[in-house]
DNA sequence: CGTTAATTTGAGACCATTCAATTTCGGTGG
DNA sequence: CCACCGAAATTGAATGGTCTCAAATTAACG
């Protein structure tokens, strides 16, 4: 179940035959979780983490008013809450997007292995820091960008991350996300949301239905959303 | 120099002696920045880390149309960029809000010991994970908050992180930022933020003038900025 | 094929922006 | 110690991007 994590980590950190040994052997559980259902809540103690088989999940906040921000999307292959193997409290929650197959790892077995194997530490901590730099990316995005150019970003940094999984071609891929979801990812109204979507394909950047995202433009589409995406660190992966 | 690195890092994780004197020993060297001074660049190969000795900075990026939004604060006792540590890249830049007094430290040499003592691997990692979930903190602050929001919110931060630091009293601390460096953090307009903070003033709730902050109502800001201080961990450091 | 979720449309209101112009503040040199 | 200077803060008025609130249409799913 842990053979696509380990080749993943492997593309960014030297790693041993006994690293490759000891990740494999790192006991998960398979479990099976439906649309909209939590594998993390705030406020809760960590115990496992999550590693994405297949599906979709975001992380999100909830503010006072009952307004929700998302703040990542995840897809097959990432973890979705690596940060709690330290942090005893769950800070945010995390949602699925999609039916969802997860690997549940025990935080204790992960943090055994980072005491024996400082090359297995090393790409934990490095696959938590390529998060870290999405995070800066996503407040640059919702803090100095307009609509268009935010929904650009979104879709863009999407793309890339799923073709870079394996998980699409050039400049098709499977969307997600619905369009509140997609506002709430950026940090607008569903309506906004729509109307900027509609532009977006008026101009022939795009094609979107409900679960395909076609990219028609990329240097269109790049442009729009003023995305460099130096700050996936895809060179490091 | 780095004495009260080690004392942070000791109240986070347990550390042995062979684990302080490995710290203490880490290679670094002292330098003074002007204000405005670049600590990181944006696309620059990353060689150093470095550690705030004394004085403000913060982490910014520009995007197209020359906006900038700051990303986080950092104070005395805090790492600007320790992910440079693993990342050959950076993808965002560092700047001084003072002037500064910085332990620039090689990364192979932060690398090195943690190849060595997991203990210390642990206490790094941790660190970075802290700043990860400010991060997400302040997506959902310029996302989903309203101006008022968004300010107090900062402030509520701000004052927390100095005190837990030992550079604050209960409710006064230096606030470093200029109206239009606040408003690069809030994702406003420094005519806008200047509007906000006139209003959190008359309503009673700080007093702020350009270098010194004093909250005056903690409830009523709390109220105002929506803060729940569970994304700082303080409770972990 | 019915039912609910998701998308789309319209119109009006508002929060925040823009663009200047003015005042205050902090630091510096005479 | 005070006059000066540039930076920072403040004010006003008009504009505009995004929101709000419905309502209508379309798509998805059992």
Same mark, same amino acid.
């Given at each position: 179940m842990l053979t696509p994590l380990f %080749?993943?980590?492997? %593309? %960014?950190?030297?790693?041993?035959?006994? !690293?490759?040994?000891?990740?494999?052997?790192?006991?998960?559980?398979?479990? !099976? @979780?439906? %649309? !909209?259902?939590?594998?993390?809540?705030?406020?809760?103690?960590?115990?496992?983490?999550?590693?994405?088989?297949?599906?979709?999940?975001?992380?999100?906040?909830?503010?006072?008013?009952?307004?929700?921000?998302?703040?990542?999307?995840?897809?097959?292959? /990432? @973890?979705?809450?690596?940060?709690?193997?330290?942090?005893?409290?769950?800070?945010?929650?995390?949602?699925?997007?999609?039916?969802?197959?997860?690997?549940?790892?025990?935080?204790?077995?992960?943090? /055994?292995?980072?005491?024996?194997?400082?090359?297995?530490?090393?790409?934990?901590?490095?696959?938590?820091?390529?998060?870290?730099?999405? @995070?800066? /990316?996503?407040?640059?995005?919702?803090?100095?960008?307009d609509a268009r150019a935010r929904i650009a970003h979104l879709l863009c940094e999407l793309v890339l991350r799923m073709r870079s999984a394996g998980l699409a071609a050039k400049d098709v891929c499977v969307f997600p996300l619905t369009q509140e979801q997609l506002a709430d990812a950026t940090g607008l109204t569903a309506v906004h949301t729509n109307r900027t979507l509609q532009a977006l394909r008026k101009e022939g950047l795009i094609r979107l239905s409900t679960s395909q995202l076609t990219v028609l433009d990329w240097d269109g589409l790049r442009e729009a959303g003023d995305f460099n995406e130096r700050y996936l660190h895809h060179d490091v992966a």
């Open positions: %080749r993943r980590w492997a %593309r %960014r950190v030297d790693l041993t035959e006994s !690293d490759r040994d000891a990740i494999l052997q790192i006991p998960a559980t398979r479990r !099976d @979780f439906t %649309r !909209d259902a939590y594998l993390v809540r705030e406020g809760e103690p960590t115990l496992n983490c999550n590693l994405m088989l297949t599906g979709y999940s975001y992380r999100q906040k909830l503010v006072s008013d009952g307004a929700r921000q998302i703040i990542s999307i995840h897809i097959p292959g /990432e @973890f979705v809450d690596l940060q709690n193997a330290l942090l005893p409290v769950a800070d945010h929650n995390v949602q699925c997007l999609s039916r969802c197959e997860v690997a549940v790892i025990p935080k204790a077995a992960l943090l /055994e292995v980072t005491d024996r194997l400082p090359n297995v530490a090393r790409a934990m901590w490095l696959d938590t820091l390529i998060d870290s730099s999405v @995070f800066r /990316e996503w407040v640059v995005n919702v803090g100095r960008r």
